[in-house]
């Protein structure tokens, strides 16, 4: 069978539907979900009605394969992965029930659908051609001469990469007539969104073009008034495009599918649909697509092949990068993405001897400020000196306030008088913002720290939600990230009188808890800890400058006595 579509820019691929989502979306600015449906006649393969290819009449089959790590369950309607768990990953914390991708959703992964005037599914009963443990292959032949293989192996548990699941599809023309395969699709499945990505930033379909990784969010569906008129558009239920895509992705926050063709793909479909939502155990937007391949026509005698690879597994960035091909792109670490590497790998070290997420950010914080230790040394002894000058810099600025020029010469004196660099207060801070970002968009993505437990903290991969005074939640570790940056810039000399900047760096604690109040726990983890250290920093060089400055006189008196 083949499942008819509309036509194909303009209608979405269906979403399951019910009366909560049909109420839902008319309030929503995202075009309503609809179904797909089978309507006119075809030559090439018969065409049958949805419910009656899925209905008592024409029930499937379903086949498992796996290994310990995955459990393939395939449809013999169109040799199709109905859905894949990850045996490893539980679907919710401290539950028995395993994570399972493309959960209750009406399109199977891997379907194959081939494109003329319009979109058809092929969803044909197979015969099983071959069966074990990790392999299985599906073929169909039609009355017009073609034959469709369909085959899929997963590695064992001894080997290769559990996750990886290698597919291929073969067209074989034993008829007197070609056929036309220049729009072939193959369907990627969808993942449910998490509780921790509020806005549905890591829910999205992503495809790599040779140079870039492209993605595409839910909000790109949505419509939109823009800014004073400018930026508006309508709500789109499809975003199609064609390019030289290497690989296509769909994805949410810790886990992702990505289907890596023999040859390279030449277009796509984004699109979205109706996923299952493990929180709310009902139907949710999500995000899925398709990636269409050339494959040219079919000749009379001839075979042509679309084999791929296709992860499905958690984010983890050394298996994604061992995997090749710039596929762990799909971890979107951002500009500071090389930073983020590091920072994971470092971590994934020390967790390795710790075996505890929580004291291997802590590890990891005191790592980074030993390194960053001698940059803090030269701010705190710059702030020093700065604050000690402020006598003379305010009698310059009142001596010299009509005279720019000489102020900013006086002012550049004075500084090299005292040993004072103006850069080196800053070069710490410069240096810690990239460090951070890098951290921030490491921890919110990776798998690593899902479900993962510290102290009070149920997950760092979330906030350390307590309690809730209705709807908002009471979060403690942002109120302690608070307190000690207070406490720490108390510690720091102020190297200005200016009451204005003096009010903004007691407000400062305040605006980082507010800053980071909804993020991880693991990151303002990082952050408290660095607080702490810089602390106990600032302390150790208050003392030690202090002894500095009392020895000064002292070895002054003996070059004296000497002379």
Same mark, same amino acid.
């Given at each position: 069978?083949?499942?008819?579509?509309?036509?194909?820019?303009?209608?979405?691929?269906?979403?399951?539907?019910?009366?909560?989502?049909?109420?839902?979306?008319?309030?929503?600015?995202?075009?309503?979900?609809?179904?797909?449906?089978?309507?006119?006649?075809?030559?090439?393969?018969?065409?049958?009605?949805?419910?009656?290819?899925?209905?008592? /009449?024409?029930?499937?089959?379903?086949?498992?394969?796996?290994?310990?790590?995955?459990?393939?369950?395939?449809?013999?309607?169109?040799?199709?992965?109905?859905?894949?768990?990850?045996?490893?990953?539980?679907?919710?914390?401290?539950?028995?029930?395993?994570?399972?991708?493309?959960?209750? +959703? *009406?399109?199977?992964?891997?379907?194959?659908?081939?494109?003329?005037?319009?979109?058809?599914?092929?969803?044909?009963?197979?015969?099983?051609?071959?069966?074990?443990?990790?392999?299985?292959?599906?073929?169909?032949?039609?009355? +017009?001469?073609?034959?469709?293989?369909?085959? !899929?192996?997963?590695?064992?548990?001894?080997?290769?990469?559990?996750?990886?699941?290698?597919?291929?599809?073969?067209?074989?023309?034993?008829?007197?007539?070609?056929?036309?395969?220049?729009?072939?699709?193959?369907?990627?499945?969808?993942?449910?969104?998490?509780?921790?990505?509020?806005?549905?930033?890591?829910?999205?379909?992503?495809?790599?073009?040779?140079?870039?990784?492209?993605?595409?969010?839910?909000?790109?569906? /949505?419509?939109?008034?823009?800014?004073?008129?400018?930026?508006?558009?309508?709500?789109?239920?499809?975003?199609?495009?064609?390019?030289?895509?290497?690989?296509?992705?769909?994805?949410?926050?810790?886990?992702?599918?990505?289907?890596?063709?023999?040859?390279?793909?030449?277009?796509?479909?984004?699109?979205?649909?109706?996923?299952?939502?493990?929180?709310?155990?009902?139907?949710?937007?999500?995000?899925?697509?398709?990636?269409?391949?050339?494959?040219?026509?079919?000749?009379?005698?001839?075979?042509?092949?679309?084999?791929?690879?296709?992860?499905?597994?958690?984010?983890?960035?050394?298996?994604? *990068?061992?995997?090749?091909?710039?596929? *762990?792109?799909?971890?979107?670490?951002?500009?500071?993405?090389?930073?983020?590497?590091?920072?994971?790998?470092?971590?994934?070290?020390?967790?390795?001897?710790?075996?505890?997420?929580?004291?291997?950010?802590?590890?990891?914080?005191?790592?980074?400020?030993?390194?960053?230790?001698?940059? &803090?040394?030269?701010?705190?002894?710059?702030?020093?000196?700065?604050?000690?000058?402020?006598?003379?810099?305010?009698?310059?600025?009142?001596?010299?306030? *009509?005279?720019?020029?000489?102020?900013?010469?006086?002012?550049?004196?004075?500084?090299?008088?005292?040993?004072?660099?103006?850069?080196?207060?800053?070069?710490?801070?410069?240096?810690?913002?990239?460090?951070?970002?890098?951290? !921030?968009?490491?921890?919110?993505?990776?798998? /690593?720290?899902?479900?993962?437990?510290?102290?009070?903290?149920?997950?760092? +991969?979330?906030? /350390?939600?307590?309690?809730?005074?209705? &709807?908002?939640?009471?979060?403690?570790?942002?109120?302690?990230?608070?307190?000690?940056?207070?406490?720490?810039?108390?510690?720091?000399?102020?190297?200005?009188?200016?009451?204005?900047?003096?009010?903004?760096?007691?407000?400062?604690?305040?605006?980082?808890?507010?800053?980071?109040?909804?993020?991880?726990?693991?990151?303002?983890?990082?952050?408290?800890?660095?607080?702490?250290?810089?602390?106990?920093?600032? +302390?150790?060089?208050?003392?030690?400058?202090?002894?500095?400055?009392?020895?000064?006189?002292?070895?002054?008196?003996?070059?004296?006595?000497?002379?």
């Amino acid at each position: 069978m083949l499942y008819h579509g509309n036509q194909l820019r303009s209608t979405a691929i269906s979403r399951q539907s019910s009366k909560n989502s049909d109420q839902s979306s008319k309030n929503s600015n995202r075009p309503p979900s609809r179904t797909i449906q089978a309507t006119g006649d075809d030559d090439l393969i018969p065409v049958v009605d949805v419910q009656q290819a899925l209905g008592k /009449d024409n029930e499937p089959k379903y086949f498992t394969l796996g290994n310990d790590s995955i459990s393939l369950k395939l449809s013999n309607l169109g040799g199709t992965i109905q859905s894949i768990v990850f045996s490893k990953y539980p679907m919710e914390k401290g539950g028995s029930e395993p994570f399972i991708f493309n959960k209750e +959703s *009406d399109i199977p992964a891997l379907s194959l659908s081939i494109s003329g005037e319009n979109r058809k599914f092929f969803t044909n009963e197979t015969v099983i051609s071959q069966e074990d443990s990790n392999s299985i292959s599906f073929l169909y032949k039609t009355n +017009s001469g073609l034959s469709i293989e369909r085959s !899929y192996s997963v590695p064992d548990d001894k080997a290769g990469e559990k996750y990886l699941i290698k597919h291929s599809t073969k067209f074989i023309n034993h008829g007197t007539r070609a056929f036309d395969l220049r729009s072939v699709f193959l369907e990627l499945g969808s993942f449910p969104p998490t509780a921790s990505d509020y806005t549905g930033e890591f829910l999205n379909f992503s495809y790599y073009d040779g140079r870039k990784a492209h993605f595409l969010n839910l909000s790109e569906f /949505d419509a939109s008034s823009g800014f004073l008129g400018f930026g508006r558009k309508e709500a789109r239920e499809i975003i199609s495009g064609k390019s030289t895509i290497n690989w296509g992705s769909v994805k949410n926050q810790f886990f992702a599918a990505i289907l890596r063709p023999n040859i390279p793909a030449s277009g796509f479909l984004a699109f979205p649909v109706k996923s299952y939502d493990y929180t709310s155990k009902s139907g949710k937007d999500s995000v899925s697509g398709s990636l269409e391949f050339n494959l040219g026509i079919l000749n009379t005698g001839e075979t042509k092949s679309l084999d791929v690879e296709f992860y499905t597994g958690p984010k983890d960035f050394v298996k994604l *990068d061992r995997l090749g091909h710039n596929q *762990d792109l799909v971890m979107q670490f951002g500009f500071f993405g090389f930073i983020g590497k590091i920072l994971l790998l470092m971590m994934r070290g020390i967790h390795s001897i710790i075996s505890n997420w929580g004291l291997t950010i802590i590890i990891l914080t005191m790592i980074v400020k030993l390194v960053l230790w001698p940059l &803090t040394t030269t701010q705190v002894r710059s702030s020093r000196r700065m604050a000690k000058i402020q006598g003379p810099m305010r009698n310059i600025k009142e001596k010299f306030k *009509d005279n720019p020029q000489k102020l900013q010469t006086e002012t550049m004196k004075l500084f090299k008088e005292n040993k004072i660099n103006p850069a080196a207060g800053c070069l710490p801070i410069f240096i810690q913002i990239p460090i951070f970002l890098g951290l !921030y968009s490491m921890l919110r993505t990776t798998s /690593d720290l899902r479900f993962a437990e510290f102290l009070w903290i149920k997950d760092l +991969s979330m906030p /350390d939600t307590l309690a809730r005074l209705g &709807t908002f939640p009471i979060n403690l570790l942002p109120f302690i990230m608070a307190l000690t940056t207070y406490m720490q810039m108390k510690m720091m000399p102020s190297p200005s009188i200016d009451n204005v900047q003096k009010k903004m760096f007691q407000f400062m604690p305040i605006i980082f808890m507010f800053f980071c109040y909804n993020l991880p726990s693991g990151l303002v983890l990082y952050w408290t800890v660095q607080n702490l250290f810089t602390m106990l920093q600032q +302390s150790i060089l208050n003392n030690k400058n202090l002894e500095v400055d009392q020895a000064e006189p002292d070895r002054s008196k003996k070059k004296k006595r000497k002379i």
